[in-house]
């Protein structure tokens, strides 16, 4: 039985040492990432008991995803499969004023075909907690049914059910994402959306502290976190707002902070501690995640320690 | 105006460096490859013009492909698309016992849309010789019509059209590709074909020779090249059997070797060369290509004349 | 429930890429290997559920160690400790006529005071089978110790007892070894030796039958597994000696072929499979292994069964 | 019939990964650049179609450096050639307070014995523009007699020529430069200069505007554009001078940005664009080359819309 | 016979690519370093002659060392041993909030067993200056004697003794290495320390200025510098007190900037240089070893004088 | 005072990884190597007191050449010049039936204006023995007399000459070698000479046994080395002919097997071992190169006893 069950894909990500042009480059890293296994690597590393579940394909590249995942401290419970192929993303990254660059190449992933019946959702139901994002039910219509059916089952089992909307512009329009996200909110109790994405797909207006209030009394969600990019975060709970600040960070990866900052922040909630606690560390999570390539925070639970005390400092030897 | 010009799908090539498993691998090669791309290339590094012609994403990874192409002295003239995406293959060299293994992920390719209306058909009516193999037919139904219409469209301009049957069991079955096969030799004036496939595809019966000169009855190609691996290959020409042994090679990349063939026989043959003279230096430039990483044979004339005249001999200083 | 734990030491391996060498390379390939934990991670790929437990540094380089071994799909359940150092290994490939050498830095490593009173032992007595093998009691006199109590444990519990007697000159000499190997011989079930080392150490005369039936007589083994390097291994099992040949490997990599046996062996043996049938499938997974960079044997059922019948053949695609 | 024909030598670029000191490196980055080859790079992709013509030798070197050319986008028309040898030149990238660090080894490149009879001068004599740099002058006797009579020849072809003076004080002084270049100056139209060189080589007084200024007075060019670094860059144009500055850019390697800011307003300029509007594409060019490793612009005509709009921001996806 | 003769511990450094964390790597940078070879290779490179003497394991890995600090530029006499290990030291460099890390793994090397009978001790009374570190008599009881040893026969031969405080909080308990440090004060001439290591381990008080000269009034040194990090250094010479602050610098890797300061220092200060220009000389040194990888300032003395003359600016080309 | 000094140029060698053709390498491994410095290695490590002098660029590839010599284990003691530019080789490893190919980029090396007065020929006066090779009088004409004048030197001050014909057709014509070569003669107290050098440029006609006998005849050699490639070497020595066979190897790297074969029967012979004796040592060590990258042979007088033991095998652990 996990503290923490998360159901999404995971990609292979392919990206040009440096800031080599993937055009040019004639060797790429390779590695495997998604939202879903990030948030379940980034708690498992920070006190939770963890599982990622998903459907894969049954060839070498599915197994360099779990291997990936399993790897840095999180449990893979995966179906495999000989239909559809392994999502994969290409990754550019740039510095100013050329953006870091994301191809998408994840069209018919075995993980599109996912449905209740073949995943194992015991995890789920046996969980003190469930997590997917917005991401899932943009990858196809089952997915999108999927989403609904493991977030009413997470329900009905009284497993806290976590929602990032992670709202992607290359996969679908906020049109298209609006009504199949608001649909899933009765049965979500702590939402996470960027500001930004509350605005542009949900449609709400004002500051993140608007936007989180109006959120919770619509919806009824036990909590609410708003994530502001270098502004910050709050999180609205039970009536109160509480913000937090970024940590300063040199940036070498950026890919994955949000998932670092959801996995921090589960690490603490999902252990009773309060929100602006949780809040807090979720912070430093994301701070160190900047600091180190790949999409997920390989740190542990010292260095958050160390971030939130300010008492590292230079080189320790 | 082109001596030749050859159209088919050109991939990405992604390998683990030596022989390291993809599952474990943490980079991978980047490269490009395709069969009708390499023969463009191998054909253009010995002494033809030559084009190859295509539909690509119009994307980071689309460039790498055309990069890759006139970087090795062919020249890409390719329709750029928004639609599809860009195949790719995984290649895992091996040793014996362990087999070479290729994952494709070509599904949905762009190139799998084109159509002749869309496409620099000119090149081809220009041109002294067409080229394409039996891959391209069985990626796609409208590839499958693409093909024919090209073959026929050459044929109608007396460009010379040459195919090599390049049978992919992880594209289509025999029963599939046989008849799609067959209706196209009436359009094609040099046929190409491993004895094996000759074999399990068309259901010819005997020797190289027998299924040469069977093939050469029924369908009336002006010429037809059988290769059989490691014991060489032989052409039927004009009535004549000429056999063609292997050079000697120790091979450190073995992906590629039918295409060197291809490329370096339509390099004498298209020149004017004799049968026997153009067999000769296809094989050297296969023992050549053995020797080379990826999948061109990226050499010049004179070293294929040195292997002709085994005259290079341990280091040349 | 395990179907097979294993203990023992797994080091850091640190090797020049290519066959430079160690004095001069400026950078060198980081990996983690040892007898016991290969053994969980190749029957664990072959269809066992496979443990690895030990102790480990709480550091990188132990959760180096642990990431390795849950990447290729062993789980591994390790004591953290503050004392001790990382075990390591710097490893210099070479061929004919130098001879690949091995620097073993594994003095004072955590593991060498491991006691069976903080190793998680209830996975032992809940296992089918117990594996490891004689490099553990060399390594400390703690560990001397603490190998026959887990040994006796397990017998108590009914868990097959396997052991390879793995001599290691570095580590000892064949008088010390002798009387230590002998005191845990009655707890063991399932013996693997070298042929060498059953002379060398084990004072044993004749040829590898000879050995294998000598030692069956005199301990009472269940089965003992004589390997004879490239003439291929055989086993005595209830009064039957069984000769099985190798097969034939182009080897790239040849440390932990011996390993590599031993976790196909037991993969088939473990589940009942007859000595014959284990004794090859061991064969073809050892010849897999030589193609593979690193200790284990990273394959699948699927390619052992390729060369089992001998269907793979260059390349697939 | 090209728009821009370039010409000049193109070198092999060695450089160390990252900031290793050369001395100490033990692989090098194998790149080929030029200033004139830059420049047909960087126009070609951003919408001319360019050739660069030159002398190479007849080698493995030689080819790197038109395989590298062409793999960008721009077209490679060369006389290849068995004397002399490749021009070569090493980098070495630093940081405050390291300068990066140049070594040429230029001398007696087979380009220093180009004469315009063996060049493919109708290239130039049929292209809308011609483009050479102070560099070209200064490698030979030869090449400075070459030079001159190649930009006669343009002019007398009505094609538009465009020359930047691009001083480098490792191939001669100011008071050897100053005559050769003025002597070029009757048969240019554009005129690029630093306005460090300015001062230094051509003795010209007074901030960037006077320089152009004094420049477009004296000699009677079409267009003048002045650099200054950081501080961005100005262009005299009909009487008028017109300011731009620099677009901010996170610096990863600052070699060849001027080539880029050439090759940016060229491909506008010479499309009938205003001068404003060439300067600020031109500035945006140059500010994404130096996110870039290598010394062109890899990038697209989107790519630098982006950073005029301003629009591209973090990670697209 | 040396100019600087320079007695400690070198250690292989094994540190990740880039930023990656040491648990992810697959590859490592193998050098070696430590703190008295690096001012014996610092101080070679500017002029002086100078010998780096130590006790080694006789295998690849010591040869490692020597090669390395041969290859910079200074003399290895050492003593080679099948005793004790070859001391080693894992890396991660890091960016904020995540500090630089270092894994020390150095017990039980062959230097600690360094008596001052086997070590070539003539080099060091026959040299003008003999330099060590507080790391020495912090590694092993043997070496706490050896150094006092060692820098008594210095001081017995007029031989300048020169002594850097380096506490390293690894090693020992500032309650343990103050006797030992103060046990060894008589004998030095110059002392190095950094002001925090004077609080935290000397029980010095007040400001950079108070520490210099209270541990002159005190010790009766000769010199005492004290670094301040980013405020620079100052040193007490003959009762004046001269300042020096940092020189600018990006810095790339900071391990190793105290030694580099060291070896300026001394290139000068032993050559009768003034101690304001050796301060000056010292810190310029320090800033370029900033912008290098590995532990030493691979520099020329034509590098530091751009560095004072600010001359050095952007690319030399 | 050295037991072996030798004089030539060493050039930078520039190598693709693997056996990826230069053409189309993204990275270069760089090394450096030359005949007279790779024999003051080879010897350095097997017992003799070595140092290659020689003049180099003062830059950072004159240092890498330094820190390479250096690093491996002689001494290299050189002029320092800004005049002329570093010799450079570019090296492409292959197999059959692709040769190995060199291209020099050796012309207007520092090396070749070297003249007796600047060099530090009293490091040869003083020596045991002074070797150079055919290669040197090849370089320049000042190098011809200089070669001529240190093997005059070496004679005068009863140093033993030792000479290797190594006959480079890039370099010169059989014809120009032979009056140059033959005019040395007098000097050369030991001559090695590969069989096919003898009979293409002393025009000596006959087996390596007659060739031996007849150069003795002719110039009164003292002891006369004649290689013959995979048939083994043989050594004329006061009458008598040597015969000695090759060991067998696993070639990695062929480049530098003359240099190894030299190195060794030195370090042999110079100790007043028996020509037999040193010819079998010799042999072992050319195994031993062939099994290493780059031109030395990287060993230990260990390694090479295992070789003439042939007691190593497989794996040492």
Same mark, same amino acid.
């Given at each position: 039985?996990?503290?923490?069950? %998360?159901?999404?894909?995971?990609?292979?990500?392919?990206?040009?040492?440096?800031?080599?042009?993937?055009?040019?480059?004639?060797?790429?890293?390779?590695? /495997?990432?998604? +939202?879903?296994?990030?948030?379940?690597?980034?708690?498992?590393?920070? &006190?939770?008991?963890?599982?990622?579940?998903?459907?894969?394909?049954?060839?070498?590249? !599915?197994?360099?995803v779990t291997a990936t995942?399993?790897?840095q401290g999180a449990e893979a419970d995966v179906v495999w499969s000989d239909e559809g192929r392994q999502g994969t993303y290409y990754l550019e990254q740039a510095s100013t004023p050329r953006p870091t660059n994301v191809i998408y190449d994840r069209a018919n992933a075995t993980v599109t075909t996912a449905t209740p019946e073949e995943l194992p %959702?015991?995890?789920?139901t046996a969980a003190d907690?469930?997590? *997917?994002s917005g991401i899932t039910p943009a990858l196809s219509d089952?997915?999108?049914? %999927? *989403?609904?059916?493991?977030?009413e089952l997470a329900q009905d089992a009284d497993t806290t059910t976590v929602f990032d909307v992670n709202y992607r512009s290359k996969l679908w329009e906020p049109s298209e994402a609006r009504p199949v996200l608001e649909s899933l909110?009765?049965?979500?109790?702590?939402?996470? %959306?960027?500001?930004r994405d509350a605005r542009t797909v949900l449609?709400?207006?004002?500051?993140?502290?608007?936007? +989180?209030?109006?959120?919770?009394? $619509?919806?009824?969600?036990?909590?609410?976190?708003? *994530?502001?990019? $270098?502004?910050? /975060?709050?999180?609205?709970h039970a009536g109160d707002v509480i913000e937090q600040p970024v940590f300063e960070a040199d940036?070498?990866?950026?890919?994955? *902070? &949000?998932? +670092?900052?959801? !996995?921090?922040?589960?690490?603490?909630?999902?252990?009773?501690?309060?929100?602006p606690v949780a809040l807090e560390y979720a912070a430093a999570v994301a701070a160190l995640k900047r600091t180190i390539p790949g999409d997920t925070a390989l740190v542990t639970p010292d260095e958050v320690e160390g971030v939130l005390d300010r008492s590292d400092d230079g080189i320790a030897r």
């Amino acid at each position: 039985m996990s503290d923490l069950v %998360t159901f999404g894909e995971t990609m292979v990500r392919l990206s040009p040492p440096g800031q080599e042009r993937l055009e040019r480059a004639s060797e790429l890293e390779f590695r /495997a990432a998604g +939202a879903e296994s990030n948030v379940a690597v980034n708690a498992g590393r920070l &006190g939770l008991d963890t599982t990622w579940i998903s459907k894969l394909p049954d060839s070498a590249l !599915g197994r360099k995803v779990t291997a990936t995942v399993e790897a840095q401290g999180a449990e893979a419970d995966v179906v495999w499969s000989d239909e559809g192929r392994q999502g994969t993303y290409y990754l550019e990254q740039a510095s100013t004023p050329r953006p870091t660059n994301v191809i998408y190449d994840r069209a018919n992933a075995t993980v599109t075909t996912a449905t209740p019946e073949e995943l194992p %959702t015991k995890r789920i139901t046996a969980a003190d907690a469930f997590y *997917t994002s917005g991401i899932t039910p943009a990858l196809s219509d089952t997915l999108e049914e %999927t *989403t609904a059916d493991l977030l009413e089952l997470a329900q009905d089992a009284d497993t806290t059910t976590v929602f990032d909307v992670n709202y992607r512009s290359k996969l679908w329009e906020p049109s298209e994402a609006r009504p199949v996200l608001e649909s899933l909110f009765p049965d979500i109790d702590v939402l996470v %959306t960027a500001v930004r994405d509350a605005r542009t797909v949900l449609g709400l207006n004002g500051d993140a502290e608007r936007v +989180a209030r109006d959120l919770a009394a $619509e919806w009824g969600f036990e909590t609410v976190v708003v *994530t502001r990019g $270098e502004e910050g /975060a709050l999180a609205w709970h039970a009536g109160d707002v509480i913000e937090q600040p970024v940590f300063e960070a040199d940036t070498h990866d950026a890919v994955g *902070t &949000g998932d +670092a900052f959801v !996995g921090g922040f589960l690490a603490r909630y999902l252990q009773g501690e309060s929100v602006p606690v949780a809040l807090e560390y979720a912070a430093a999570v994301a701070a160190l995640k900047r600091t180190i390539p790949g999409d997920t925070a390989l740190v542990t639970p010292d260095e958050v320690e160390g971030v939130l005390d300010r008492s590292d400092d230079g080189i320790a030897r």
